[in-house]
């Protein structure tokens, strides 16, 4: 498994969606997973001025019955398809508990409580990014130029501009 880091919150067509970007520490490997927009409003938010309620709350009711959160993980299921689960351990190290959540609850459970974020291999060979690739580059020079469009747009379109 390999750790991740939130890079960002980015939007993958106009008016269509976003993902979050996670970045594979000290790697190669990118992943983009969709999230909502509440759930991207959170983790797009640097000091988490709005922190969701219902984080905590589920730590402490874990926490409640004698065990902890150690670590969120990214996986895919066996058609292929983005899940997430988030791994409990009890006072027992040969106990451990996989509780499945949404890839989204997920990235905003492991951001609240600081605990790792890991992607599978597997999730990073079916569904990973390689930004090695040449069509790749040129779609991600598309982006950036999406993304400085509409930014200079919001720019101009500012109260006060």
Wanted: aromatic share 4%; with cysteine; net charge negative.
């Amino acid at each position: 498994m390999r750790t991740m880091s939130l890079m960002g919150v980015r939007s993958t067509t106009p008016d269509s969606g976003l993902v979050a970007v996670l970045m594979e520490e000290g790697g190669p490997g990118m992943l983009a997973v969709p999230v909502g927009a509440r759930d991207g409003l959170l983790l797009s938010t640097p000091e988490w001025s709005r922190r969701p309620t219902w984080a905590p709350f589920l730590a402490a009711c874990v926490d409640a019955f004698g065990s902890s959160v150690l670590r969120v993980v990214l996986d895919v299921d066996d058609d292929g398809g983005l899940c997430c689960t988030a791994v409990l351990d009890a006072d027992t190290p040969t106990l451990s508990t996989s509780v499945p959540c949404t890839p989204s609850d997920g990235l905003i459970l492991a951001s609240a409580l600081s605990v790792p974020l890991l992607a599978t291999g597997a999730l990073l060979r079916l569904r990973g990014i390689d930004l090695g690739e040449e069509e790749l580059q040129h779609r991600l020079q598309q982006w950036r130029r999406a993304l400085d469009d509409a930014a200079a747009e919001d720019a101009a379109s500012a109260p006060g501009s």
